[in-house]
């Protein structure tokens, strides 16, 4: 073991878990950080309150005076717990949060000082937006922007900051974030869905998306952690050999969790918790220093505020307990990457979840159609879908070590399999399985009962229905989630226009409303289905049979990002006024240029690392074999020399040859991506990187994994993954 790695190892180990004392009640302090409904109500006027709270829940703009309230309410509030600085919060399109602090404080006049906050200071500020990424929206030398603060999502309080949610929009008011186009595909799937609702109950006036997200990670000590530089500069390890034992006996998964690891957890869930998070599960994954955290589910825009915000908390509290927290799709290659999985449902004004099947044939019926209404907007936009989990992380996980492949198919399960069957095949009474001591019946006036828990669970379908919600398991753990449940709820508003639409022209021209309904979602069934599949998505067959069914399988960044601004999606978005066609494109260049700088890094890193640290090696490991040959030679007679210096002769040779190889591969590398460089279209550069630079990081990393085991451990230069897989 080299003295690098020794070091390293020995302060690893060495690390004893922060103390932490957090034994009173949750529900104490949970929200004790955020501006939210208690602490407005006790800093509010009565009239401020509900005029705010209105705005809130239905809409509407916030004048001048309420304003004002707001800000000196939320100055208050925020001083009286020691904080000294406000930010506006928000979500620009590097994928992180972003944030400029200003001090509550101001010398206003000579022997005057005063903590300042007024209402336009609330309400929008005018941060630089010249060095944010706009896809060419903004050119460097024009620097406006503007954030404006989102009323929906509560200000908190970190490290004695006022944090207050905001959108980000250019000067000439296009999207330069993720909150815009979210709002406005949920405002659109509200309308949508409304509209459809009212077929079946004239009380419900607003339909709002919610969203569970579970957050997959993986925990390294940062000593370990600062002796690989592939993972500082690239999130991921590049070189590394798998080792002996790693997940295959799955004894990880939900297994005891690591005294260290709970100390981590304790701390941010509790920070967590007094950010208005609700976090509920954590637990062990299957691969060695993975796990896992869920919250309790909430409406669509906070949810990902929160976990944008909960993975900013866990980095900063990993670093007190000597941790790195590592959200790449893919940190080690051979055994399981992480994903975010976003479980997604619709819910009503009055309570109802409407994919949660009900106990009446109106509420089935009403469940029915949109399950079927979704299925329908999944097949039509999986390309788009695709599209919108797209990242060169998330390219090593999808269809690799238990995540779903990359074909885009919807898992429904054996019973609705069967309802959807029979109102396909029209079928008005059919006995179902006897063990659920149930009877299906399809005449329009009693559609069936559907048991709440009426499907399995499958781990290998990237969009499973489980239950009362549909699982979006393909998103990668990175991600910002408002990225696919835009498209999300943009496809299913979509949809559901088009349904309503169908649905008016039946009865305009005579048919019953319950059988033009009941038409409709036969036809769409019958148009879908090839996308429903309950089989195990890990196997050759599905790709062979999807290939069959005319489904695709997208496997690469670049070339999955052209249905992004293909006529259909650029069709969908703009009827919508979800993003206009400048916004389209911009975000198809962002994505792209993304793409290409991550390879573009990992290519130079790669070579680096080979070049620097590997092959020098090498190199030392070789020549002591050489002169242990030599050795051998001088004391040996010859056949015994022969018959003992054969084996370390070839081995010579092999290292001989796999320097060579490196060496020769890092050049060509080298090349591919100058020539890569000098493109001019940004997809042609993109495309370039994914098949000419890209390749190369796997062969060279086969014949360093190879080194890695034939070389003494004394010598080798980077921690293994048997060091980094196991908390010590």
């Known amino acids: 073991m080299s003295i690098y790695r020794f070091e390293a190892l020995k302060e690893a180990v060495s690390r004893k878990p922060v103390e932490n004392n957090y034994h009173e009640r949750i529900s104490k302090y949970f929200g004790s950080d955020v501006f939210g409904k208690e602490a407005m109500q006790e800093y509010l006027t009565k009239d401020a309150f509900k005029s705010l709270e209105l705005i809130i829940n239905i809409g509407g703009k916030i004048d001048h005076k309420l304003a004002e309230q707001v800000a000196s309410s939320m100055k208050a509030w925020a001083l009286n717990k020691g904080a000294t600085h406000y930010t506006h919060w928000f979500q620009p399109l590097t994928g992180a949060t972003a944030e400029k602090h200003d001090v509550f404080f101001n010398p206003a006049e000579e022997n005057l000082k005063i903590e300042q906050f007024e209402g336009s200071q609330l309400m929008q500020q005018e941060p630089d937006a010249s060095s944010f990424p706009s896809g060419g929206i903004r050119n460097t030398f024009e620097a ?43 405002d659109v799937l509200n309308k949508s869905a409304v509209s459809v609702c009212r077929f079946f109950d004239k009380n419900i006036t607003k339909v709002f998306a919610t969203l569970g997200w579970e957050q997959e990670y993986f925990l390294i000590d940062e000593a370990l952690y600062f002796a690989r530089p592939d993972l500082v500069l690239t999130g991921r390890t590049l070189l590394g ?13 939900f297994g005891a969790i690591p005294d260290r690891v709970s100390a981590f957890m304790k701390e941010f869930e509790v920070a967590a918790w007094k950010l208005g998070i609700p976090v509920k599960t954590r637990h062990n994954e299957v691969a060695p220093n993975q796990f896992e955290l869920a919250p309790v589910y909430e409406e669509i825009n906070i949810a990902i505020d929160h976990n944008q915000l909960i993975m900013v908390i866990m980095e900063k509290i990993a670093r007190r307990h000597n941790f790195r ?63 919108s989990i797209a990242s060169a992380g998330n390219d090593h996980r999808l269809g690799a070590n238990e995540a779903p492949p990359a074909i885009i198919s919807v898992f429904i399960g054996r019973e609705l399999s069967q309802v959807i069957t029979d109102l396909k095949n029209n079928v008005k009474n059919s006995k179902r399985d006897n063990t659920l001591n149930s009877r299906l019946k399809l005449n329009i006036s009693k559609l069936p009962k559907i048991l709440l828990d009426n499907t399995d669970r499958n781990r290998t379908s990237p969009f499973a229905f489980t239950g009362n919600k549909f699982e979006f398991r393909a998103v990668g753990s990175s991600a910002n989630c408002a990225s696919p449940m835009i498209v999300l709820n943009s496809i299913v508003a979509n949809q559901l226009a088009d349904f309503k639409n169908e649905v008016d022209a039946l009865i305009k021209n005579g048919a019953v409303k319950e059988e033009a309904i009941f038409k409709i979602l036969r036809n769409y069934i019958i148009s879908s289905e ?68 991550v390879i573009q890094i990992e290519s130079r890193v790669t070579g680096d690392l080979s070049t620097n640290h590997v092959i020098p090696t090498a190199i030392r490991y ?38 060579s190889r490196i060496i020769n591969n890092v050049r060509k590398m080298t090349s591919e991506r100058k020539k890569a460089n000098s493109q001019t279209d940004i997809y042609d550069q993109a495309l370039a990187y994914c098949e000419k630079v890209k390749p190369y990081l796997t062969t060279i990393r086969n014949d360093v994994d190879n080194l890695e085991i034939m070389i003494d451990d004394e010598l080798w230069p980077l921690p293994k993954y048997r060091e980094m897989l196991f908390v010590k």
Request: glycine letters at 6%; a neutral charge; charged letters at 25%.
């Open 325 to 387: 927290v590592l959200f790449h799709e893919k940190p080690f290659d051979g055994i399981n990457g992480s994903g975010k999985h976003n479980n997604w449902s619709l819910a009503t004004d009055n309570g109802i979840n409407l994919l949660s099947p009900g106990k009446t044939p109106k509420s089935n019926f009403l469940f029915l159609t949109f399950f079927i209404n979704i299925i329908k907007a999944v097949h039509d936009h999986a390309d788009l879908l695709r599209a």
């Open 144 to 186: 406006r922007g503007y954030t404006a603060w989102d009323p929906s999502s509560p200000a908190f309080l970190i490290d004695g900051t006022l944090c207050i949610p905001t959108i980000f929009i250019s000067y000439t008011g296009e999207a330069l974030d993720y909150k815009v186009p979210l709002f406005r595909a949920s």
């Open 241 to 253: 050999h798998i080792p002996a034992k790693s997940q295959q006996l799955e004894d990880h998964y």
């Open 530 to 597: 090839k996308i429903l599949f309950d089989g195990n998505g890990y196997s050759e067959d599905w790709v062979i049979e999807a290939e069959k069914r005319g489904l695709s399988n997208i496997k690469t960044t670049p070339q999955s990002l052209n249905s992004w601004i293909s006529n259909k999606s650029q069709k969908l978005f703009t009827s919508q006024k979800i993003f206009n066609e400048r916004e389209i494109h911009a975000r198809y260049d962002l994505m792209l240029e993304n793409y290409t700088k």
């Open 622 to 659: 070789q020549n002591t074999l050489i002169e242990n040959v030599k050795g051998l030679k001088e004391i040996l007679p010859e056949k015994e020399y022969q018959r003992l210096a054969e084996p370390i002769l070839k081995n010579i040779t092999c290292i001989s040859e796999m320097i």
